[in-house]
């Protein structure tokens, strides 16, 4: 069983960085990706960021050049740097994990608890 929990969200100005960390647990083998969704009341959760085994990387275009995924393998560490954040970037954060290193909430059957993230202006 894999165990994602997060941490680091809060309040910031427009403008202004938050890092994300997600706490890796449990049993995790190379196999996985891990990934970062957000969602707001509403609407769909939004994948927007994936690394991968071999830690390739792939962001939406909401956020790419804006945002960093990162994973430190000795930590069992996935971190989220968000930089030059906007209003819109307000939502709860997920991490989650699966093996084909989807962006499409459909296909994860691993998530965390959620992390709040609000941006105001």
């Known amino acids: 069983q894999v165990e994602l929990v997060e941490s680091g969200g809060g309040s910031v100005q427009a403008g202004g960085s938050l890092t994300l960390s997600c706490l890796v647990s449990g049993d995790v083998d190379s196999g996985y990706c891990f990934s970062w969704f957000r969602q707001t009341p509403g609407e769909e959760r939004e994948g927007i960021a994936v690394?991968?085994?071999?830690?390739?990387?792939r962001y939406a275009d909401s956020v790419k050049g804006r945002f960093t995924i990162s994973k430190d393998n000795a930590k069992n560490i996935v971190e989220l740097q968000m930089n030059s954040l906007k209003p819109e970037d307000t939502a709860v954060y997920y991490c989650a994990a699966d093996r084909l290193c989807s962006l499409l909430w459909r296909y994860i059957n691993l998530w965390g608890q959620g992390t709040q993230v609000t941006v105001s202006s």
């Open positions: 690394i991968g085994t071999t830690g390739r990387t």
